[in-house]
């Protein structure tokens, strides 16, 4: 069975630290990995994407980091704002043809406070 | 235009009602999709279109029904619901179904409650 672990579940901040979220997963074969922002209520929105190749990808104070050979990927907040308060959704996708299947996370809801 | 559109985004219906769920994107995207999302759980894949065909239905009780007038919307029809299928209903567009490394866009969603 193909699994995205997440942690922690949840974290609390105050406005203007960092954090490192977490993704453990055990899809296989790979194709790519993304990070999702989801809003409460909303739909998700896109952070970064990787593939196998990749090792690290940035999209402003976000950084993203996968490592292949553990199936390990991180997701970095820097210089938290009010703002990041959402839950990140962690997506592994299969490489195989025909799948549409992506493997979600059950996702780290991060609160910002200031 | 970057957006995936979705209508209503609140709709409270009662168990006997008929209602639609409405999708619409102007990517040129030909594979769209309708996802299941409870509170704190990760969304659940319900249908898949690709190039306006069904391609995918994750088993999904027939009391839900998926419509694909044109390459550029998505209906998902409801009828006789329980009031377990109270969610989220996320709507989501890619360029090609068939390739892993597009990316799916997602709508801001539909807020269904069932009474």
């Known amino acids: 069975k193909n699994q995205v672990e997440q942690s922690p579940q949840s974290l609390i901040i105050l406005e203007g630290k960092n954090c490192t979220l977490q993704c453990n997963y055990t899809v296989s074969p790979f194709s790519n990995l993304r990070w999702y922002k989801q809003d409460t209520g909303r739909g998700p929105v896109s952070l970064t994407i990787?593939?196998?190749?990749?090792n690290t990808k940035s999209n402003g104070r976000y950084t993203a980091t996968l490592d292949a050979d553990t199936k390990q990927s991180s997701l970095h907040i820097t210089a938290s704002q009010l703002s990041d308060s959402a839950s990140y959704i962690c997506v592994v996708s299969l490489e195989r043809s025909n799948d549409y299947k992506l493997s979600f996370g059950a996702g780290t809801t991060v609160t910002v406070r200031a | 235009d970057t957006e995936v559109t979705q209508t209503p985004k609140h709709l409270v219906m009662g168990m006997t009602n008929k209602k639609s769920l409405k999708c619409e994107q102007h990517m040129g995207h030909r594979a769209m999709y309708w996802y299941k999302q409870k509170a704190k759980k990760p969304p659940e894949l319900m249908f898949v279109y690709s190039y306006e065909k069904l391609s995918i239905n994750e088993s999904v009780p027939s009391r839900f029904s998926p419509e694909c007038p044109n390459s550029s919307l998505l209906n998902l029809h409801l009828h006789a619901l329980q009031p377990e299928d109270s969610a989220l209903y996320l709507c989501?567009?890619?360029?090609?179904?068939?390739?892993?490394?597009?990316?799916?866009?997602f709508g801001p969603g539909t807020r269904l409650t069932v009474l």
């Open positions: 989501a567009s890619s360029q090609d179904a068939v390739s892993l490394v597009d990316e799916q866009f």
């Open positions: 990787m593939t196998f190749s990749e």
